[in-house]
């Protein structure tokens, strides 16, 4: 329950404290409410230059526990603010414990306002704020249930920065864009451009590109354009000049995926490799700790056993690219028994089975695993499952196209995740972008190509030495 003071129940002397410590995300909520972004209190780098070394909480926060004792404890509801007066003598760190007492100073009858003495001590006793508060105390008394805040989750959009953060030292990447003859399509290539992701070649009806660069104001003057009559041809010149080498990589432009990805397979002309072609969603969900990939949710439709190997390993290859020593492999089904009746959970228990017997490399595997099981620490043990990529999960493996579209799907629109999507097992990584693509996602595939092709170059040169 929630219980005011009143006016006449007030007595001169009389207090009311709460404490709260200090955490990264009271900050960043109160920078998203305010809008004060001063780096002094979201930038590390620049606060550790700065007079306190060290990221501080806004001064206004302090104060805010101020008005939360004066507006729930004393006076408490009803109570109206008129004024307040604050001095700000020491900064707050994260993890300070900041206790707030204010104290009844002076009763003035005739409105019913109340002065409060206010004063702010960290763990140490020590003040950070002080100073007076003027109120209009309450005259009617209110008991009431206390109101249930809603849970607040901070939601962060920094693991797409961190990607393009790898790329700064890396060479933009010569890229194929086949067909660019919408504004997404174009305008994507020309932001990869801009980002120094990559050196593009713009593939299609010269007259089209240029229309509509001009309509929607792109400057392309800088970019080389090879002009095809049609998207067919688009798509078969782009895989010729990365089939050269003239182009380390290919992004898809407003021509059908069907269509690119037909020239890609061709066998006499195209960038196929000993390896299956498979799609990879890189996925940073705010709720989760790590770089998520979810494979296969775009080319291969009902993968068999055999489809899967190779699925799995390019999987675990890009995983290495991004970073991850030893990728953490989940093989998702309905369940996390093997059920013979569930094709899936038997397939997941041979993959598994064909790691151990080093069919396939890098990774560490498991399977069959639900989905709760592969991302949810708790969810396993209190199944029992004991297991290195329970609860852990680097790398998801869905059991078909239809559940792994839906699931990527359900991250990026429920869970506010951010999605990037690159093919590989080609000769070359291919970049599939869709119109409903934001500008960060779009930059993030193109990221994860650069990070693929130097790793091919890389290889390429050892193999070579």
């Known amino acids: 329950m929630i219980e005011n003071v009143t006016f006449e129940e007030i007595q001169i002397g009389q207090q009311a404290s709460l404490s709260r410590r200090l955490t990264m995300s009271d900050i960043e909520l109160f920078a998203t409410v305010s809008g004060d972004i001063n780096p002094a209190h979201l930038d590390e780098e620049y606060a550790a230059d700065s007079q306190f070394h060290k990221v501080i909480g806004h001064g206004m926060w302090s104060g805010s526990l101020i008005s939360a004792v004066l507006g729930t404890l004393l006076p408490g509801p009803g109570t109206i603010y008129m004024g307040q007066d604050l001095r700000f003598k020491r900064p707050v760190g994260l993890g300070d414990v900041i206790t707030v007492t204010v104290t009844a100073k002076e009763k003035h009858a005739e409105k019913n306002i109340v002065v409060f003495d206010c004063v702010a001590r960290n763990q140490d006793g020590k003040e950070v704020v002080s100073g007076l508060a003027e109120v ?14 809603p849970q ?6 920094d693991g797409h920065d961190e990607l393009l953060g790898k790329t700064e030292t890396l060479p ?9 003859c919408d504004e997404s399509s174009l305008k994507g290539a020309v932001e990869a451009a801009e980002a120094n992701l990559i050196d593009p070649v713009l593939i299609g009806p010269a007259s089209k590109i240029k229309s509509v660069a001009e309509a929607h ?16 041809a688009s798509a078969e010149t782009g895989v010729r000049l990365a089939r050269s080498g003239e182009c380390e990589a290919v992004m898809k432009g407003s021509l059908h995926t069907d269509e690119l990805m037909a020239e890609v397979v061709r066998k006499e002309t195209g960038l196929r490799t000993g390896r299956r072609l498979s799609h990879v969603f890189v996925m940073n969900v705010p709720t989760y700790p790590r770089t998520l990939l979810i494979t296969d949710a775009a080319i291969n439709i009902y993968p068999t056993l055999e489809d899967k190997v190779d699925i799995v390993q390019n999987a675990i290859d890009l995983a290495k690219v991004l970073g991850v020593e030893t990728p953490r492999v989940a093989i998702l089904s309905a369940v996390e028994t093997v059920n013979p009746k569930i094709a899936s959970t038997l397939e997941a228990a041979a993959l598994c089975k064909m790691a151990d017997r080093g069919q396939i490399k890098g990774g560490i595997l498991d399977g069959p695993l639900a989905f709760d099981n592969a991302i949810s620490l708790e969810a396993a043990r209190t199944k029992g499952i004991v297991s290195e990529v329970a609860g852990q999960a680097d790398v998801l ?6 559940a792994g579209n839906m699931l990527a799907k359900q991250l990026s629109f429920l869970a506010n995740s951010d999605a990037a999507g690159i093919v590989l097992g080609a000769r070359v990584p291919i970049i599939l972008t869709s119109r409903a693509d934001n500008v960060r996602t779009r930059l993030a595939s193109c990221a994860v190509a650069v990070l693929a092709a130097a790793a091919r170059r890389r290889g390429a040169a050892t193999a070579a030495e």
Request: net charge positive.
């Open 136 to 149: 209009i105390a309450p005259t009617r008394k209110v008991r009431r249930a206390a109101h249930e805040l």
């Open 152 to 157: 607040v989750q901070v939601i962060r959009h």
């Open 172 to 180: 933009p990447v010569p890229t194929a864009v086949v067909h660019p």
């Open 217 to 232: 104001g792109l400057d392309i003057s800088r970019y080389r354009i090879v002009d095809v009559a049609h998207s067919h």
């Open 397 to 402: 493996l869905v059991p078909d196209l239809e």
